[in-house]
């Protein structure tokens, strides 16, 4: 019996490794299709590459597979490269040998050739994943509570506005610009090109009825996608002075059309702007945390290097211009030390004399860069506080994988 690990080479094999993601989710006698949701969302990517397929091969056929989307993401006003791991699925005949745990270990192997500097998933079999050293991540969502709202009439406060279903093809451009707009700094969030803001309603379904616009003199000023029981993203432009107004309006029509859809409560992620939302809207909501995100980091010393120029700004705006010295990083799978002098931050894998030494796990290394590592961990370096200061990770959910 031979066994390889590799991408697939030509189409047939291709095909056949979707299938294997198709027969993890929903069995089909009648094989492989090309409409099927794991192939839109493979062959419609923008970022495709037949090598971001990762099978297992036996004898020639395809037993297991991990597929890897590839995704820019932010870091504050940073981008790195991420390899998103999804689609993830064993033939039937082939279950229980191994075989999905060793394409996992040549995935993450791969990742780190290919130079990607974070891998994220999602997932409830976390034990599966943290054998090849992704870590969970925990995320906090807010839920709201409809039962007993005191429903606004927010109709007075803003004038001039309508609230109309998007028109995809009509508002796409417009939508671009106030996505760019309200994440251009929003850590976690994904850098969206042209194809893929086209391609994504092929394989991310959204129900046309739950995606707003609100217009105001004419102009979109923010949109809303929502779902049944969720909202799925929000945006608004940042330049008018009433943008915020108008999005509580929208948020408003949104809720009322899920009450009078008897729905209960509302999911969306936390982060400050929505708690501020909910506060002007009167809203009770609470907090849970998911534990179906995993992140791995593949490749620490070009992370660190991608963010260096944000976190020199964040040196040069401080206080602490001046400091110079060497941090050094530890965690189970690396150690990298910033160098700092004269305002310019050096990565190297130098370990001699730090002036900071953090030995960290690689779930704080991860808190610590995306700004939610707990104070405690900070607070006898002012330095740390300032090159990383605190933040919060967002991803919307349509941009799932």
Not at 14 to 32: K, P, Q, R, T
Not at 58 to 70: L, P, R
Not at 365 to 386: A, H, K, R, Y
């Amino acid at each position: 019996m031979q066994i390889e690990y590799r991408a697939p080479r030509n189409i047939t094999e291709l095909n056949d490794s979707i299938f294997c993601s198709m027969c993890a989710f929903d069995w089909n006698e009648g094989g492989f299709s090309d409409d099927h949701f794991f192939s839109r969302i493979l062959k419609l990517d923008p970022w495709y590459d037949l090598n971001n397929t990762r099978a297992c091969f036996v004898d020639g056929q395809v037993a297991s597979v991990v597929v890897i989307f590839e995704r820019p993401i932010r870091i504050g006003s940073s981008v790195v490269r991420m390899g998103g791991l999804g689609s993830v699925g064993t033939h039937p005949d082939h279950r229980q040998k191994g075989y999905s745990s060793q394409v996992l270990l040549d995935t993450a192997d791969y990742l780190e050739s290919a130079s990607f500097d974070l891998s994220l998933l999602f997932t409830g079999l976390n034990r599966h994943y943290a054998k090849a050293g992704w870590v969970t991540y925990p995320v906090t969502l807010r839920s709201i509570d409809l039962s007993n709202w005191a429903q606004p009439d927010l109709a007075a406060e803003t004038t001039d506005l309508s609230i109309e279903t998007c028109d995809y093809g009509t508002d796409l451009p417009i939508l671009v610009e106030i996505y760019n707009q309200f994440n251009k700094s929003r850590t976690g969030t994904t850098v969206r090109n042209q194809v893929y803001w086209k391609n994504q309603p092929e394989w991310r379904g959204q129900d046309p009825t739950l995606f707003w616009v609100a217009k105001q003199n004419g102009q979109i000023v923010a949109y809303l996608k929502g779902g049944e029981k969720e909202i799925l993203e929000i945006g608004r432009r940042l330049n008018p002075p009433n943008s915020v107004q108008v999005l509580d309006q929208l948020m408003v029509h949104f809720l009322q059309n899920r009450i009078a859809s008897n729905q209960k409560r509302i999911q969306i992620n936390d982060c400050a702007e929505i708690r501020q939302l909910f506060d002007r809207l009167g809203l009770e909501s609470s907090i849970r945390e998911t534990t179906h995100f995993m992140f791995r980091i593949t490749n620490f010393r070009s992370l660190l290097e991608k963010i260096c120029p944000m976190l020199e700004y964040r040196l040069h705006v401080s206080e602490l211009a001046d400091w110079k010295g060497k941090i050094r990083l530890r965690y189970e799978l690396d150690t990298q030390t910033l160098t700092i002098s004269d305002g310019r931050i050096k990565v190297g894998s130098g370990t001699d004399s730090p002036t900071i030494d953090l030995s960290l796990s690689q779930l704080q290394v991860l808190q610590l860069i995306f700004g939610e590592l707990d104070d405690s961990t900070l607070v006898d370096n002012p330095v740390l506080s300032i090159l990383f200061p605190p933040d919060q990770l967002l991803h919307w959910s349509p941009d799932n994988f």
